[in-house]
Each structure stands twice: as C-alpha cells, then as structure tokens.
C-alpha cells in the first residue's frame, strides 16, 4: 500500500517549452501533496505544498508562476514548469500524504537542453 | 523553527557489519520523526516514523531507530548491513499535527558498503 507514481520518470525538453510532471497516489487518497527538487548529493528542497481545490503554497524564493501546480483530486497533483531553461534541470519528487505519513514518487529527472 | 542535523555525510561500513546512522532535532514539541532511504535516482522510501509510544521503532528491511528526548535525538540501526543498504538516508522531522505540514529533511547520509 500507499504507492506514489510520477509520470514521466525521464524528460528531456528545449529551452523555452513546458513540461507537465504527473503527481499520482495510487491506493490512497491525499488531500495534501509535496513538490520537491533535488540537486545532485543534496538534499530535497521543498518547493510547494499542494492542496486538492485550492490554490498551492509556495515556499520562499520558488516563481509560482513559473512553477505551476494543479491539485484537481484527492490523487492526482501536476507540476508545469513553463518556458524551461537549463537551470531547471534537476531530479523533482512529489510526496503525498497519507495521514500518516509522506510517501514520496520514484521522481522525474528533467534536462532542458 | 525546526531544523534536522545529520552530523556524518558519508559512512563506510563493512558488510555484516553493524550500522548506526546518527540524527539529532530541534523542534519546540515533540515532533514525529522519520527515516527514509533513496537509492541513486530513486525517490524516497519511507523506513520508519516515530510519534507515540515506544521509544524504539522497528522499520522495514531489518532497520530500527530510537527516539531519545534526552539527547533530541533519533538514530537509525541495523545489526548487519548487506551490500543492497548502500544508499543515502535522511531524517526528517514533522509536527504533531502532521496532515499538510512540511517535512523538514536533513542533509542525508550516504551509506557505502565494503566486501
């Protein structure tokens, strides 16, 4: 149980597009679900917090506008990074929360070339 | 404002040998506590969590942790690593009210095994 899946685990994009990362809880539901970013040997930083039907909570510093978060189910969060550039590329992981705990996706790995 | 310390970036340990994973908090109340494991390009699996109760947490694949106020800590432990438990681990902390409140991740460890 309580299996997060994120879709694409791999995407390699130009400079200037956007790219849709599907945030997905598989056997539960979460009213509340987590994006983070990874840079290499780092630790994860937490971007935002998506609420179903309502609006995400930025953390300091993220752009939410470049930075796009929809929450409309209780399994189903998306993060839209629009107009990439490279230093977007990173390891991004979303969490869902069970109630008891976060559980976290096998994460998607973005290059913007 | 909660931080989480993971004093040791990089362990080294031989395999069957055993493996303490030390971590140490600082929160106004006594926060829940977890343990994750993320293998290189993986993301995060939850090992155990601690919130009530008895102070040692049995996880999965053989790990355990022990919660001291104390020493504010809560260091993870297995009595005999295998070559798979290579991996980076991290702590986390959480507040009481856990439901939609952030985690608060330390920096990690990462492990590596030795025949």
């Known amino acids: 149980g309580a299996v997060v899946s994120q879709h694409p685990s791999w995407v390699i994009c130009k400079s200037g597009t956007s790219v849709k990362i599907e945030c997905r809880s598989l056997?539960?539901?979460?009213?509340?679900m987590f994006w983070y970013r990874q840079f290499p040997k780092q630790s994860l930083m937490l971007m935002a917090t998506?609420?179903?039907?309502?609006?995400?909570?930025?953390e300091q510093g993220v752009e939410k506008d470049k930075f796009l978060i929809n929450h409309a189910s209780l399994t189903l969060s998306t993060l839209t990074v629009t107009s990439a550039h490279p230093e977007d590329s990173s390891f991004y992981i979303c969490?869902?929360?069970?109630?008891?705990?976060?559980?976290f996706g096998p994460g998607t790995r973005l290059l913007v070339l | 404002a909660q931080s989480v310390t993971q004093p040791d970036i990089h362990i080294t340990v031989s395999e069957g040998a055993s493996l303490e994973l030390r971590c140490n908090y600082s929160?106004?109340?006594?926060?829940?506590l977890f343990w994750y494991v993320q293998s290189p390009g993986q993301g995060l699996q939850l090992l155990l969590k601690?919130?009530?109760?008895?102070?040692l947490v049995q996880g999965i694949k053989g790990f355990e942790a022990e919660f001291k106020r104390s020493q504010s800590s809560f260091n993870l432990r297995k009595p005999s690593v295998h070559w798979s438990d290579a991996a980076e681990y991290f702590c986390?902390?959480?507040?009481?009210?856990?439901?939609?409140?952030?985690?608060?991740f330390g920096t990690g460890t990462r492990l590596t095994i030795i025949p």
């Open positions: 601690y919130f009530s109760g008895d102070t």
């Open positions: 998506s609420n179903e039907g309502s609006k995400a909570t930025y």
């Open positions: 056997d539960f539901q979460a009213t509340t």
């Open positions: 969490s869902a929360d069970s109630g008891w705990a976060q559980y």
């Open positions: 929160y106004g109340a006594t926060p829940y």
């Open positions: 986390a902390v959480g507040p009481l009210n856990f439901g939609n409140e952030k985690l608060t």
